[in-house]
């Protein structure tokens, strides 16, 4: 086997043949990286579209995919990307079209109605309105989900969550149960220590000798240093024993074993090492 996936047919005046057939309605033409790519006026894209479709020597017959790629700097900020394949030819080419916010973008459910669950994908994610679309509604997320999750200003955390209530029937919004600590997490280095303690520990200094740090409220870091756990850390080595008498070794008299050997001496193994011998006067004796 030479290749791991199928070859597909070269780029060789697949340009010259879709900017003969688009005219003016084709802005850009690009052949980067081994795919075409075609920049499409946004009102005539219906019309692009048919053209590539049945035009010899392109019929680009399928609609695989449809995605949106965001670019906030830009006024018209949005480009909503057309992967086609045509099977007779065994060729992929990407057509592009730009808008924003307002401006629709026509819908080609009209050519392949499988556009119609993409186009709602890329309106949920992006915004990108399609217009002629009759079903354009949130496809991936609740029906009252605020905001469009791939723009790059979509904010990363909130202070809100959804769920689903079965009382009320419908997606409701709720705050975000969570200890406000664990929004502010500690990046000092692992060497210095952190600047708290776990509850219990400010019990570790002796009275009279230094202060040990107060937990603060529930859920809340207690800001101690770094010394402050040192110190705490030699008064805990410091401490006697708890054990009257420091045990040193494993001798039976110490453990409670009944032998001070497994019974493995050689005077107490068979001379058969096959042979157990029997009690008494056995047939093994």
Request: proline share 9%; aromatic share 8%.
């Amino acid at each position: 086997m030479r290749a791991p996936a199928p070859a597909y047919a070269a780029n060789d005046g697949v340009i010259e043949t879709a900017t003969a057939a688009l005219g003016a309605a084709l802005l850009e033409a690009q052949d980067l990286v081994g795919e075409v790519t075609l920049l499409v006026e946004r009102d005539q894209l219906v019309p692009a579209m048919i053209a590539l479709r049945d035009t010899s020597g392109l019929e680009y017959q399928q609609l695989m995919e449809i995605a949106g790629v965001d670019y906030p700097s830009r006024v018209e900020r949005f480009d909503v990307c057309y992967h086609l394949l045509s099977v007779t030819r065994n060729h992929r080419l990407r057509v592009r079209v730009r808008t924003d916010e307002v401006q629709p973008v026509p819908s080609v459910t009209g050519i392949w109605p499988v556009a119609g669950w993409l186009e709602r994908e890329v309106f949920d994610m992006y915004g990108v309105i399609f217009g002629g679309n009759l079903d354009l509604r949130r496809i991936l997320t609740d029906y009252g989900f605020r905001g469009h999750p791939q723009r790059k200003d979509f904010p990363l955390s909130g202070f809100a969550e959804v769920r689903y209530s079965e009382a009320a029937k419908r997606v409701v919004y709720e705050p975000v149960q969570l200890a406000q600590d664990f929004r502010s997490f500690d990046f000092m280095s692992p060497w210095e220590g952190a600047e708290y303690v776990l509850p219990g520990d400010e019990k570790a200094a002796p009275a009279g000798e230094h202060k040990a740090a107060l937990p603060q409220a529930k859920g809340a870091p207690s800001p101690v240093t770094a010394e402050q756990v040192r110190r705490a850390d030699d008064d805990k080595k410091d401490s006697p024993p708890n054990a009257p008498e420091a045990k040193v070794t494993d001798s039976p008299a110490q453990t409670g074993v009944g032998k001070s050997d497994p019974g493995n001496k050689p005077e107490e193994k068979p001379k058969d090492p096959d042979v157990i011998p029997s009690k008494g006067e056995g047939q093994n004796q």
